[in-house]
C-alpha cells in the first residue's frame, strides 16, 4: 500500500502562493491516478483536483479551476499541487490519496497526516 507524507503548508495572506507536496513510498506510485483533497473546519472533506497516473490528465474543482495546478514526478514519487491566488475559503488542511482513475473524485487509499493551509484576508 502507498504511504503518504504531505507537506508545504503555512499561512499566506489573501493573494499568495503556494506550493504543496506528496511524497510517496511504494513502487507502484506511477500506476495510480493521484489526488487532492481538503478538510476546513466543521466542513467534509472534498475534492480538489487529481491527476491521471501519466500526468497527460488533470482535473479540477470549480472552486480552484484557473488558481491550482496539479502535477506529478513519477521518477520523484512525489506529486504537487501549486496553489496561486489563494483565498481565505481555501484554508483549511490539504491531503493527497490515490483515487479512481474512472471517478478521479473518489479516493481509495489510507489518509496521511495532511499538511496545514491559512490564508489570511
Known amino acids: 500500500q502507498v504511504q503518504l507524507v504531505e507537506s508545504g503548508g503555512g499561512l499566506v495572506q489573501a493573494g499568495g502562493s503556494l506550493r504543496l507536496s506528496c511524497a510517496a513510498s511504494g513502487r507502484t506510485f506511477s500506476s495510480y491516478a493521484m489526488g487532492w483533497f481538503r478538510q476546513a473546519p466543521g466542513k467534509e472533506r472534498e475534492f480538489v483536483a487529481a491527476?491521471?497516473?501519466?500526468?497527460?490528465?488533470?482535473y479540477y474543482a470549480d472552486s480552484v479551476k484557473g488558481r491550482f495546478t496539479i502535477s506529478r514526478d513519477n521518477a520523484k514519487n512525489t506529486v504537487y499541487l501549486q496553489m496561486n491566488s489563494l483565498k481565505p475559503e481555501d484554508t483549511a488542511v490539504y491531503y493527497c490519496?490515490?483515487?479512481?482513475?474512472?471517478?478521479?473524485?473518489?479516493?481509495?487509499?489510507?489518509w496521511g497526516q495532511g499538511t496545514q493551509v491559512t490564508v489570511s484576508s
Open positions: 491527476i491521471s497516473w501519466s500526468g497527460g490528465s488533470t
Open positions: 490519496n490515490p483515487v479512481s482513475p474512472v471517478v478521479v473524485t473518489n479516493p481509495f487509499g489510507s
